[in-house]
């Protein structure tokens, strides 16, 4: 009975794990088109997103999100490259979630989440590990579908970072606003 369970967890993870590596964002709006059409999704969903990919995150580097420091959520609207701020809903969110274990542990647990996250097309832009404090940084960007990752030592001691953040969304039925 536990074995079945198991596999039973297992193939739930997998498949969850294949949809948010393989398409949960769509591509984000062109640099070079201030009009391109936005990507729509509700906050919603996007945090229910962010919310997987994190625990997604966590079972690469084999680590458990706690609730102590509890996630946090994020949303902000969405700045153009020219500073601009629509009136029309568009957001981006930042979401992190923290997991509680020894600093001596966060470098093996990111070391992990750095190789997965490679084979699922995220170019990893910056890893840094610092053995003498310990501890270690990592930050990385899926160049596709546009979204940024970090997981890195942060304050509570003891405390690894998982976070995401989103490109700009529009919500479904919004009127995009032109620039």
């Known amino acids: 009975m536990a074995a079945q369970r198991m596999n039973s967890v297992r193939s739930f993870v997998l498949i969850a794990l294949t949809v948010l590596f393989t398409g949960a964002c769509m591509s984000q709006q062109s640099d070079d088109n201030a009009n391109a059409p936005l990507p729509r999704k509700s906050r919603a969903d996007t945090l229910s997103w962010a919310k997987q990919y994190t625990s997604a995150m966590a079972h690469y580097a084999q680590v458990d999100i706690a609730q102590d420091p509890a996630p ?5 609207d969405c ?16 979401y992190a979630t923290y997991a509680r274990l020894p600093a001596q542990e966060h470098t ?4 992990k989440l750095r190789m ?3 084979k699922h097309g ?5 890893y840094t590990e610092a053995p ?10 899926n160049k ?5 990752i970090i997981a890195d ?8 970072r998982l976070s995401v953040s989103t490109g700009c969304f529009l919500p479904p039925g919004a009127e995009q606003q032109k620039f």
């Not at 995220?122 to 910056?126: A, G, I, N």
């Open 79 to 94: 700045i153009g490259k020219d500073d601009e701020v629509a009136d029309d809903g568009r957001f981006t969110l930042t």
């Open 108 to 111: 093996a647990a990111v070391r």
């Open 153 to 160: 030592t942060v304050k509570p001691a003891n405390t690894l």
């Open 132 to 141: 003498d404090r310990p501890a270690v940084t990592l930050f990385g960007k």
């Open 116 to 118: 997965e996250l490679k």
């Open 122 to 126: 995220v170019d990893v832009s910056d």
């Open 144 to 148: 596709s579908e546009g979204y940024l």
């Open 72 to 76: 946090r959520t994020h949303f902000e």
